[in-house]
């Protein structure tokens, strides 16, 4: 599946996108999905949470492990995407319109040192090798 | 250098994710865990366990070595085709490996031993064959490969597949086996489904496999295989159950028999053990994933007590968290423990297993 090129990444897998209205939505990626396996759980932040960058603040399990999930940039948790954690399988089919929450950034800078398509790419590519 | 089946290339040609399962070359799954496991419940899926092996003890008086040799009694074992489920013990009673025995004649059983146990299995068989009985003959069959197809229609395809099979195991009830031309077909498995698991020439694996794949029944890998032996509340060598750890703290206490004259190893050590743990089923009552090595963790009637997860993961068929736990013997069917999860102190409720049985929920 191609990397979508609209979207940043982080190295811990999760994909950025920004918004109109100067939010971000964060979800994981196709990759990070493949590797876990079928998704059985999720557990997403609080409404209000003040995330700093790299800190954990969701949960991702498959059938086969749990994965932490990192907040690509600082931020406040604005809106999360409740009908998930009933159908967690949703990531599977769609990880990138699976999204797990937004935030508002506290720190837009931050979002320039993250990967845009082609250096992800290429992070997936030496991981698999 | 990872060890492969015969069904390497097969599993590779369709797609299997593969997985280094204790030094072995192995699919988890083909594509989605879950469908395999769905399928298995309720239509018929295959595993390739030629990791696992077939070992055949032929020669005078099969019977009396293996009366030492296991905990459980083959005795049992008084129609041609029968098998039994035992642990073979340390002299100390802890768990070399579980395995299964099937009785072909007086002159030749067959031990179908788990894969990351064989070559400790075979090596103390042949310790004891040599101590006991040197005229026995052990060969360890690696030239054969193991399909297990499992679910309700699984034995219906089985014959579909191969000529004359229908009438030869048709009447087999869970435990017997029939051979059949060139396959050895027991009516045994590691799902809690109806089905066979089938003994044929490695060369012959491949063909065999594409053949069934054809009548309809789905690859599945170990990814399924775990989580439908959880469901069916089958312990793990390895994880359920090893070394240091006998089979009365295992739920396995059914498969020893002490009370009959004869004397096996472990038989001493087991009759001298009181028994403080015991395994038993847990259901998640909050949200979350259970997983092995968590602990237990709590009071009873002021009494602290602490346990651990020996096999824990997701349900596909209840669509829920369950686990084996070994727990205190204090702890009853009914009791809500707590499972320490993540640094969250989860509520989960004491069952009694199987969770899941030919299609069925029991818990």
């Not at chain 2, 006991?132 to 089985?158: F, S």
Request: charged fraction near 25%; include cysteine.
């Amino acid at each position: 599946m191609s990397i979508p090129t609209h979207l940043k990444y982080s190295k811990s897998h999760e994909w950025v996108k920004s918004e109109a209205d100067g939010t971000v939505t964060v979800g994981i990626t196709h990759h990070a999905q493949e590797l876990l396996g079928d998704m059985v759980f999720i557990e997403l932040p609080e409404v209000g949470r003040v995330l700093k960058q790299k800190e954990e603040c969701a949960v991702a399990e498959s059938v086969k492990a749990a994965a932490d999930v990192y907040s690509p940039i600082s931020g406040e948790v604005t809106a999360v995407n409740s009908p998930l954690v009933d159908e967690p399988g949703k990531i599977n089919e769609d990880a990138y319109s699976a999204w797990l929450f937004k935030l508002k950034p506290s720190n837009t800078a931050e979002l320039d040192g993250l990967m845009d398509a082609t250096a992800y790419n290429e992070l997936v590519e030496n991981e698999d090798h | 250098m990872l060890k492969m089946t015969p069904l390497n290339q097969t599993h590779r040609d369709m797609n299997a994710k593969m997985v280094d399962f204790g030094g072995w070359d192995m699919p988890l799954h083909y594509g989605s865990q879950l469908d395999e496991h769905h399928k298995v419940r309720q239509d018929a899926g295959m595993f390739d366990v030629s990791h696992m092996l077939p070992v055949d003890i032929k020669g005078d008086n099969v019977r009396d070595f293996l009366r030492r040799l296991v905990a459980n009694n083959v005795d049992k074992l008084t129609l041609p085709g029968k098998a039994l489920y035992s642990c073979m013990l340390t002299p100390q009673a802890g768990i070399i490996d579980d395995l299964i025995i099937y009785f072909l004649s007086e002159t030749w059983f067959r031990i179908v031993v788990n894969a990351g146990t064989a070559d400790k299995d075979v090596a103390w068989m042949l310790k004891k064959r040599d101590e006991w009985a040197p005229d026995l003959e052990i060969t360890p069959r690696r030239d054969l490969a193991m399909v297990a197809v499992q679910g309700p229609n699984a034995r219906a395809k089985v014959w579909q597949v191969i000529p004359n099979s229908q009438s030869a195991t048709e009447e087999l009830k869970q435990f017997q086996s029939a051979v059949v031309g060139q396959y050895f077909i027991a009516r045994t498995g590691y799902t809690g489904e109806d089905g066979f698991e089938i003994i044929l020439p490695a060369a012959d694996a491949p063909a065999f496999w594409k053949a069934l794949y054809a009548a309809g029944v789905a690859p599945a890998g170990l990814g399924a295989r775990d989580t439908l032996r959880l469901e069916a509340g089958m312990n793990l060598y390895g994880q359920d159950m090893d070394e240091t750890k006998n089979p009365l703290e295992s739920g396995l206490a059914w498969t020893v028999d002490l009370k009959s004259e004869r004397d096996f190893i472990g038989k001493q050590a087991l009759s001298d053990t009181v028994v403080t743990h015991q395994l038993v089923g847990l259901v998640l009552v909050d949200r979350g994933v259970l997983r092995s090595h968590q602990q237990v963790a709590g009071q009873k009637d002021d009494v602290e007590y602490s346990g651990e997860i020996t096999s824990g993961g997701f349900s596909p068929t209840m669509n829920q968290s369950i686990a084996l736990a070994r727990v205190p013997t204090q702890i009853t069917i009914g009791d809500e423990v707590n499972v320490i999860v993540r640094d969250k102190k989860l509520r989960a409720k004491v069952v009694k297993y199987p969770f899941v049985r030919n299609g069925k929920v029991l818990v």
